[in-house]
């Protein structure tokens, strides 16, 4: 490698490095078969997992290995913001913001065309202006939903969350698969009806 490829390299390894941090941020979701709560790492590789095998029910054509690299950068930035629980309004009112910093940086991080490359995928996620982001945004809503159900509700349980909560949360998810969303509300249905969600 010559001087410039040396720097390239060290810094997309910085890069990588930085992203293990992603193991310790620790969301609200519980994993199934321990009783800990997830972390982002796990997440963006369980979203992944559903990209794989969910891709064919999205409403738009998508290219898969866009909506892979969107799960998986998509809350990168949570490990300079850290994670904001989706119900916690005053944590949700300066979440854009910090999030925002935490996107310049941790981007940054990378050779710029990469950089700018994965940065785009992420202002595509927030916004949901792509098929692929609105993909990745169903998926991003409905994993969380349906390990918080497969769990009889604990994480709900302990915030005291209510029905009309998750289905405002949920709305998105129709606008990246119909099927995925009909799936939200069945889910969302038998929570309620199982007291698992406050009416």
């Known amino acids: 490698m010559n001087e410039q490829e040396e720097a390239r390299f060290s810094q997309q390894i910085a890069f990588l490095l930085e992203m293990d941090k992603m193991k310790n941020i620790y969301r609200q979701t519980r994993v199934l078969h321990e ?118 509700g604990e994480s709900w349980k302990t915030h005291g969350t209510r029905k009309e909560q998750v289905m405002q949360r949920m709305q998105p998810v129709y606008d990246g698969s119909q099927t995925l969303g009909a799936f939200a509300s069945e889910i969302i249905r038998r929570a309620a009806e199982e007291g698992l969600l406050k009416e």
């Open 35 to 152: 009783d800990r709560a997830e972390n982002d790492a796990e997440h963006a590789w369980h979203l992944a997992m559903l990209a794989l095998v969910l891709h064919e029910y999205a409403n738009e054509p998508v290219d898969l290995q866009k909506v892979l690299a969107t799960v998986l950068i998509h809350d990168v930035v949570e490990i300079d913001a850290g994670d904001t629980y989706a119900y916690d309004a005053a944590g949700n009112a300066t979440k854009a913001e910090r999030e925002q910093k935490a996107a310049d940086r941790l981007y940054g991080l990378l050779p710029p065309e990469q950089g700018a490359y994965l940065r785009k995928l992420w202002d595509e996620f927030e916004a949901q202006s792509t098929p692929e982001a609105r993909f990745a945004n169903a998926l991003d809503r409905v994993q969380p939903l349906l390990l918080n159900y497969t769990k009889h």
